[in-house]
Nanobody
Framework: VQLMESGGGAVQSGGSLRLSCRAT????????MAWFRQRDGEEREGVAF???????NYTHSVKGRFAASKDNAKKTIDLEMNRLKPKDYATYHC???????????????????WGEGGQVTVST
């Protein structure tokens, strides 16, 4: 297993959750790392992207609420999710890849490595 996620859970609207993804040393240093989310019957949506230098990029719907970060000591990519809304409900997957740009325009097919996913549930 090259990507292992932890965290997530259930929270009321307006609450916060944190996801963490442990990557291999090589992947952490050489790949664009991202968080995607997927709801039943829908395509995977890129949520947050962080490149090798730690620069981040987000999809519009989570800007100002979500924050991605890298922990160089633990080789983890974390996603802090604040002011959660019911529409944030999804399975969140950590991904690693080498897209042309490590930005929100990147699509799921640009990423070759995936974690199993962690559930995020937001109730009203």
């Amino acid at each position: 297993v090259q990507l292992m996620e932890s965290g997530g859970g259930a929270v009321q609207s307006g609450g916060s959750l944190r996801l963490s993804c442990r990557a291999t040393d090589a992947m952490y240093s050489t790949h664009c790392m991202a968080w995607f989310r997927q709801r039943d019957g829908e395509e995977r949506e890129g949520v947050a992207f962080i490149n090798m230098d730690g620069y981040t990029n987000y999809t519009h719907s989570v800007k100002g609420r979500f924050a991605a970060s890298k922990d160089n000591a633990k080789k983890t990519i974390d996603l802090e999710m604040n002011r959660l809304k019911p529409k944030d409900y999804a399975t969140y997957h950590c991904a690693a890849g080498r897209p042309y740009n490590c930005q929100s325009e990147s699509r799921a097919y640009d990423f070759g490595q995936w974690g199993e996913g962690g559930q995020v549930t937001v109730s009203t």
